[in-house]
C-alpha cells in the first residue's frame, strides 16, 4: 500500500504533547506515502474516491514503541522472578541466552517472539539480541519480514560473564561486531537495523568500549544498554570504575553516551544521580523506562514522571523478560501505577503519572528515537493500531477516553484486529470477527 493514498475511518486517540490526550470521533485519517496527511471529519473534496478502511465503531491509537526488550529472553517470560538482577542473569539469563549458539533452537525461539510481537500493540522496537552474530541476523531477518521497525542489537560482552557466554577478549568482541555490521548491510533490510549494544558496564572491558566508540563513529549507529538499574549493580560499578564520576560517565568517557552524533538508548535510570540526570538532558540521552521490570527484579521506582516534565527523552519498555508482558499497552498501566507507589512512599513532591503523560511516553516518547512516529498529527508516519473493545461490553455508552483507560488495563491481545507500520498493514484480524 505504500506509495498510495487510503484512509482510514474511525475514532483515534492519539497526543500532541503529554498534557493533552486528542480524540477525534468517527474521523478520517489520510495516509499518503506512508505519512499521515491528517484527520479530517469528513472526506475531503481532493481526496474523495481513494480507498477507505473504515473500522466504525472502533479505537484507532498510534502504534506503540518498546524502547527496551529482549528477544532471547522471551522463553522464560513469568518465570524466575524470585531474585535480583545481578542473581537472576546468573540463574536465568545467561543460561538461556547461551543457547542462541544453536541456530534451530534460536530459529524456534525467535520464530515465537516475532509472531507474538506482530500481533502485540507494538509497531516499533529496540531489541538486545545475544553474542551471537549468526543468531541475531536470523532475528533481524525474521523481524523484517513482519514489516515491524526494529533496531536490533548483537550485544557484546566480553568480562564478567560466564565462560560459556563470554567473548574471548576486546578484539574478539568488536571483529564478530563489525562482521555482523557488514553481514546486515548485505542482507539491504528495509525494516531492521543494527544498534551497538554493550550489555552493561560490568560485562564491558574499557578496550572493548573503546573500540565500540571506534565502530560507532566510522558507522554512526546508535547504542542501546544498560544505566543505574539496581544497588548491587550499581555498587559494583562503582567498584568496577573507581574513576569513573557516575555510572553514566563510564560510557561516556566512551562517547557513548548521547552526544557527537550518538544517538543512545539508556534502559532503567531508576537510580540516576543529579549528575547523571544533568548529563542525560544535556548529551540527549533517552531514557527507557521498565516499570514492570523494576518491580520484578525489585529494581525500584524510576522518577519518570520528573524525567518527563523536566523534557528530558523518555519512552517506555516491557525489558522482557525482566519485564513479563510484551504488551505496550500494559507498560503504559505499570507506569501508572508504580507512580503512584513512588508519590505516596517515596517522593510526596513528584506527583504521579497521568494518563495522558503515559500514553505520550508510549507513543511520540519513545517512537521519536525513529523519527517522526507516534501521532496523527500530519507529517508523521502512520504507525496505527486498530483496538475493538468488543469483548468488554458496558451496560452504557462510554467515552472514547474511557474506553481507551479500559484497554490500557484491560486489553489481551484480542482486543488488537489490526495494525499498520508506514502505512502498511501488518496483520489483520478482522475477518474473524
Ligand atoms: N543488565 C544487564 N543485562 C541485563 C538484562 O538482560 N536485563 C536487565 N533488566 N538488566 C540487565
Ligand atoms: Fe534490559
Not at 495522558?356 to 521519536?368: D, V
Amino acid at each position: 500500500m505504500l506509495n498510495n493514498t487510503f484512509a482510514l475511518k474511525g475514532t483515534f486517540c492519539y497526543s500532541k504533547d503529554p498534557q493533552n490526550l486528542i480524540v477525534r470521533e468517527n474521523a478520517y485519517l489520510i495516509c499518503k506515502n506512508g505519512i499521515s496527511e491528517g484527520i479530517y471529519d469528513e472526506l475531503p473534496a481532493c481526496f474523495q474516491g481513494i480507498p477507505v478502511i473504515d473500522h466504525e465503531n472502533k479505537l484507532i491509537i498510534p502504534g506503540l514503541t518498546d524502547l527496551h526488550l529482549h528477544a532471547p529472553q522471551y522463553t522464560f517470560r513469568g518465570t524466575g522472578m524470585d531474585l535480583e538482577l545481578l542473581d537472576w542473569l546468573d540463574t536465568s539469563a545467561f543460561p538461556e541466552e547461551a543457547r542462541y549458539a544453536d541456530l534451530d533452537y534460536a530459529q524456534k525461539a525467535y520464530q515465537i517472539f516475532t509472531e507474538d510481537l506482530k500481533r502485540s500493540p507494538t509497531t516499533r522496537a529496540c531489541i538486545f539480541a545475544t553474542l551471537h552474530p549468526e543468531a541475531t541476523l536470523l532475528l533481524m531477518e525474521q523481524l523484517e519480514n513482519t514489516g515491524l521497525k526494529t533496531m536490533v542489537g548483537k550485544v557484546n560482552m566480553d568480562r564478567n560473564a560466564p565462560s560459556y557466554l563470554k567473548e574471548q577478549d576486546a578484539v574478539a568482541s568488536a571483529t564478530a561486531t563489525r562482521q555482523w555490521i557488514s553481514d546486515a548491510a548485505d542482507r539491504h533490510f528495509e525494516n531492521t537495523f543494527p544498534i551497538l549494544t554493550p550489555r552493561f558496564v560490568p560485562s564491558c572491558s574499557d578496550e572493548l568500549l573503546g573500540f565500540l566508540s571506534e565502530i560507532q563513529q566510522e558507522f554512526h549507529l546508535p547504542v542501546q544498554s544498560h544505566l543505574s538499574e539496581n544497588p548491587g549493580e550499581i555498587r559494583w560499578v562503582k567498584e568496577l570504575c573507581p574513576d569513573s564520576l557516575f555510572y553514566g560517565d563510564a560510557y561516556d568517557r566512551f562517547n557513548l553516551f548521547g552526544k557527537d552524533q550518538c544517538p543512545t538508548i539508556m534502559a532503567h535510570c531508576v537510580y540516576s544521580t543529579e549528575e547523571e540526570i544533568a548529563l542525560i538532558k544535556k548529551q540527549g540521552v533517552y531514557i527507557a523506562h521498565c516499570p514492570q521490570s523494576n518491580t520484578n527484579l525489585s529494581s525500584g521506582i524510576a522518577p519518570a514522571a520528573r524525567y518527563l516534565r523536566e523534557g528530558l527523552h523518555i519512552g517506555l519498555g516491557t525489558d522482557i523478560s525482566g519485564g513479563f508482558s510484551l504488551s505496550m499497552l500494559r507498560a503504559i498501566a505499570d507506569a501508572i501505577q508504580v507512580s503512584k507507589l513512588r508519590w505516596r512512599l517515596i517522593d510526596p513532591s513528584l506527583k504521579a503519572l497521568t494518563l495522558p503523560e503515559a500514553f505520550y511516553m508510549a507513543t511520540i516518547g519513545g517512537g521519536s528515537f525513529f523519527g517522526k512516529t507516534g501521532s496523527f498529527e500530519k507529517g508523521y508516519e502512520l504507525d496505527a493500531v486498530v483496538l475493538d473493545d468488543s469483548s468488554l461490553p458496558s451496560p452504557r455508552p462510554l467515552p472514547p477516553l474511557t474506553r481507551l483507560e479500559r484497554l490500557i488495563y484491560l486489553s489481551d491481545d484480542r482486543n488488537i484486529i489490526q495494525k499498520f507500520v508506514c502505512g502498511n498493514p501488518i496483520f489483520s484480524n478482522t475477518e474473524d470477527r
